[in-house]
């Protein structure tokens, strides 16, 4: 009877053990599984640039993402993905899968390509990182222009009704909507000509092939500081940093104020401890002193939001431009 009483204890010992060590295992596996999803990222993290190099989405976007690079400790590639006032390139990222590996920069025409009917695209499809820049457009002209104040460049376009050329970014881009604003708002007559972003449209005016363009100040800084080009306002309610002499349009009695903005966004679906770890990269990198320089070098005007202020404020943006844009002559 001993004996059997010996062999149930052994044997329940042995159980014991092994429901313990099975739990152990089970509990290792599950912090295994915890550490294997924070290992994140793991690999090259692809950077959607929805308008051509040079302009102010890609001089932010690079700078960004240069700056990510370091953060995260993989490669942050920007890739250039243009046409459709910016559509192209953000379908392309709505359209990727949502595992952290494709970064999106966003304009503001992210809230106006659904209304200007060019695709169906709209806040509500993409999670959003954070906002870095907000800009005024600036009416720019050749430095030897026969117009030196912005009252005498309308003054001029009314005389000489489509006959001023004004560049763009793209047809029913937020430049174009800010030419077109201006015009609805002085009687002034323009011919829009757009262009697959802002630097080939600065380009072609510093060519001769166009009488003005309405971009972003950093867009013709460069342009401005050889002696080239002249800005004659802002559409800001404030002064433009880099440009403190330069009047705002409402200074100058035409009470109008329209400015871009842009932020980055991933897929829709992508998991919160991956967007967690991207929203913080990106609060870093806007808040950083490397892009405040580049920033205050290139005349942009940084301006960080958390992913769910940016989420607020696009769709506040959005709803803005679905009354505004079909009110707007645009061609």
């Known amino acids: 009877m001993k004996k059997w009483l010996v062999v149930v204890v052994a044997l329940c010992m042995v159980l014991l053990g092994a429901c313990s060590s099975s739990k152990s295992n089970q509990a290792s596996g599950s912090e295994a599984k915890k550490k294997k999803g924070s290992d994140y990222p793991t690999k090259q993290i692809e950077l959607v640039v929805p308008y051509a190099p040079g302009g102010a989405s ?23 993905k243009t046409g459709g006032t910016g559509a192209v390139g953000m379908s ?32 509500g499809k993409f999670d959003m990182l954070g906002r870095a820049i907000v800009i005024p457009a600036a009416i720019t002209v050749p430095a030897d222009a026969p117009y030196n ?22 047809t029913g881009s937020i430049w174009h909507i800010a030419a077109a604003g201006l015009a609805e708002k002085t009687g002034a007559e323009f011919k829009y000509v757009p262009f697959e972003g802002a630097a080939p449209a600065v380009a072609a005016l510093m060519g001769g092939h166009i009488e003005a363009v309405s971009v972003s100040p950093s867009e013709v800084k460069a342009g401005v500081d050889g002696g080239k080009l002249k800005i004659l306002a802002v559409m ?5 940093a880099t440009f403190k002499d330069v009047p705002t349009l409402i200074e100058s009695g035409i009470d109008l104020e329209i400015a871009a903005w842009g932020g980055f966004v991933v897929p829709k679906g992508t998991p919160a401890d991956v967007k967690t770890k991207l929203e913080e990269s990106v609060k870093k990198a806007v808040e950083s002193d490397e892009f405040k320089k580049v920033a205050g070098e290139r005349g942009l005007n940084p301006s960080h939001l958390s992913a769910e202020e940016f989420t607020k404020f696009a769709n506040d943006q959005f709803k803005f431009f679905g009354e505004l844009i079909p009110k707007m002559q645009l061609k």
């Open 58 to 80: 890609d001089m932010v976007s690079r700078t960004v993402g240069s700056y990510l690079e370091k953060d995260l400790g993989v490669p942050v590639v920007p890739v250039n």
């Open 92 to 123: 392309y990222v709505e359209g990727k899968n949502p595992d952290g590996y494709t970064i999106g920069y966003v304009p503001v025409e992210m809230t106006m390509v659904k209304a200007l009917g060019f695709a169906d695209i709209e806040p």
């Open 149 to 170: 104040t912005i009252e005498e460049f309308i003054k001029y376009a009314k005389e000489n009704p489509g006959k001023v050329r004004v560049g763009n970014s793209g």
């Open 236 to 240: 800001s309610k404030d002064r433009d």
